[in-house]
């Protein structure tokens, strides 16, 4: 049976995850061919521009978030609920940058301030604009963690000065962190590290002995992440707990409220700063972000691209002043104690001013209070029609973050002793393959969605939820 789950219950997802592996359903591959088809007729523009870059560009793609399958789209306009590709082609816009355009794209009330700021200083000058105070201010009010807060260029570069503050502050080096979740691009935490044996790992060109300090942990399991606890402590002890705020993949293995609670009660038993990586859900999932629904109070935050409503360069770190204050702080300052950081592009006055302008609008519109409304009311359709063409699914959300799932795909290795095994890798394969048909299917029919397992809603997308479901029922009937 097809039914809307509780988005942060864990045990319930994750029993009906091993239903949908067991009995996935597979599109048809007539359906495939067709909608491989479609692309080549209806995008041919797109196809040609792709093939071109990849003679310049590796592979011919730079976004990771991209559809690609069964080639890249080549978007020239995006506004409120849409995208439209090279060849006129118009989509629902589920992507939202990877989450960002919470209000919908080119938002008319942050272009229009971004352009009047452009004619007159430029997008950067290296020196301080109050833009800075007036996002940080903003920042500081919605989350009370945040005594001070210090722009960055991208949820990476935050990540990393958070392992970098987190060490100097409590002169500790070990690191723990939950499988799977994701923290940048920086060697010494990303995604699965205790896994890099595995040949086709995400640990390329890394340094076996760079993790020597990293322990990664179950989703979960406050059993594990104590013990790690433990046997660290008696290696010079832990610095920092890593975690996505609401769990793996924008909370598509979610952490429970029971599971955050002890989290930072074991960080102030032994010592260890608690870090919340709000990249995704900081202003997302609620002004107050994944913090404020579960009551906790991480000592540092780490935010992301959404602080600055989508435009580019935008990222920062935030947390209690004695931590952040360590920081270094500009030329005439003293920086002999000091953790050191820097980026010419940092801070610059467009991308506060829009992340500011962002912030007050969502306010003003009550965005999130409609957003919730909004995925509760398109799950519950996603799910009807889901029971009516008999497909396995899994369906929840996390406010205006969705996830209509067919195939498990993040949930296979979690099924496996050993996800080092060849079993479990061919597992893995074969749900990122129906994933990617899945994907393509939606795309074709109008929506974008990214990785084709979740969705993210603006208040421009509020209007078509009932298009956008006749899409999804659309792709459903090409199941066998």
């Not at 004619?119 to 005594?147: D, Q």
């Not at 406050?222 to 402590?233: G, M, V």
């Amino acid at each position: 049976m097809a039914k809307v789950l509780n988005g942060f219950d864990y045990a319930l997802i994750h029993q009906q995850a091993g239903y949908v592996i067991q009995h996935r359903k597979r599109m048809k591959p007539e359906q495939i061919e067709a909608y491989k088809q479609h692309f080549e007729t209806c995008c041919a523009t797109s196809k040609k521009q792709v093939t071109l870059a990849a003679e310049a560009i590796p592979h011919g793609i730079q976004h990771n978030l991209a559809n690609n399958y069964p080639f890249a789209l080549s978007i020239v306009k995006a506004v409120d609920a849409f995208l439209y590709d090279v060849d006129g082609n118009r989509y629902y816009d589920m992507l939202q940058a990877g989450g960002p355009t919470i209000l919908g794209s080119n938002y008319p009330v942050i272009r229009d301030k971004v352009i009047e700021l452009i004619r007159e200083c430029g997008p950067v000058s290296g020196m301080y604009s109050n833009y800075e105070y007036e996002l940080a201010s903003r920042i500081k009010k919605y989350f009370p963690t945040v005594e001070r807060f210090r722009m960055m260029g991208s949820g990476t570069e935050a990540d990393i000065i958070a392992l970098r503050l987190a060490r100097a502050f409590t002169g500790k080096k070990y690191i723990i962190r939950i499988q799977n979740n994701y923290h940048g691009w920086s060697d010494q935490i990303i995604y699965n590290n205790n896994e890099i044996k595995t040949p086709d790992s995400l640990h390329h060109g890394i340094p076996t002995e760079v993790f020597q300090y990293t322990t990664a942990v179950p989703t979960g399991d406050l059993e594990a992440l104590e013990k790690a606890f433990i046997k660290q402590q008696e290696l010079g002890g832990t610095a920092t707990f890593f975690a996505e705020a609401i769990g793996r993949d924008s909370g598509a293995l979610p952490l429970t409220r029971e599971y955050q609670l002890g989290a930072e009660q074991l960080c102030r038993k032994y010592g260890a700063l608690l870090v919340y990586d709000e990249v995704v859900t900081a202003f997302r999932v609620g002004m107050r972000g994944a913090q404020g629904f579960y009551g906790t109070k991480p000592d540092i935050t780490v935010f992301g691209k959404i602080i600055a409503g989508g435009y580019p360069g935008a990222g920062g770190i935030g947390g209690r002043a004695e931590i952040i204050d360590m920081l270094a702080a500009g030329q005439g300052t003293d920086q002999t104690k000091a953790v050191r950081v820097g980026g010419t592009m940092t801070a610059n006055p467009l991308s506060c001013l829009a992340g500011a302008t962002a912030i007050d609008e969502l306010e003003r519109t009550d965005a999130h209070k409609k957003l919730d409304e909004g995925g509760e009311y398109l799950c519950h359709k996603i799910a009807e029609l889901a029971e009516k063409y008999e497909i396995p699914v899994l369906v929840f959300h996390q406010g205006s973050i969705l996830h209509i799932d067919i195939t498990g795909v993040q949930h296979v290795p979690t099924f496996y002793e050993d996800p080092n095994s060849q079993e479990c890798k061919d597992a893995v394969n074969e749900a990122t393959r129906a994933t990617t048909e899945f994907t393509m299917a939606l795309a074709a029919e109008g929506v974008i969605v990214p990785s084709g397992n979740k969705a993210y809603l603006s208040l421009a997308t509020l209007p078509h939820l009932d298009e956008i479901a006749a899409a999804y029922e659309r792709v459903f009937q090409k199941y066998a």
